[in-house]
């Protein structure tokens, strides 16, 4: 019995730090002219690096850097891919 109380109230105090390190970053879903989510389209993430995550609604994911007044395409180890295309915010 001791061992399920230590492991339940382990998996708890884990699952709040899981919980807390995403509640840093925003989560923006696109809507239709009346507000409904669309969650047939394409999410996205924004961290607190300034890292933009694209998830299609099977789970892939593309990722962006915003650096200055460009956003760059960034691969899955993190590194910036300044030969692909990218964009400039106005």
């Known amino acids: 019995m001791k061992f399920l109380s230590k492991f339940s109230i382990t998996l708890l105090l884990s699952a709040l730090l899981a919980l807390s390190a995403h509640a840093d970053e925003k989560r923006i879903y696109q809507t239709d002219s009346l507000g409904n989510i669309q969650f047939h389209k394409p999410s996205f993430t924004i961290q ?22 460009k956003v760059y395409p960034v691969d899955s180890a993190g590194n910036t891919q300044y030969n692909k295309p990218h964009f400039k915010a106005k």
């Open 48 to 69: 607190k690096d300034g890292r933009i995550i694209e998830t299609d609604p099977i789970g892939n994911k593309q990722q962006f850097q915003i650096k200055g007044d």
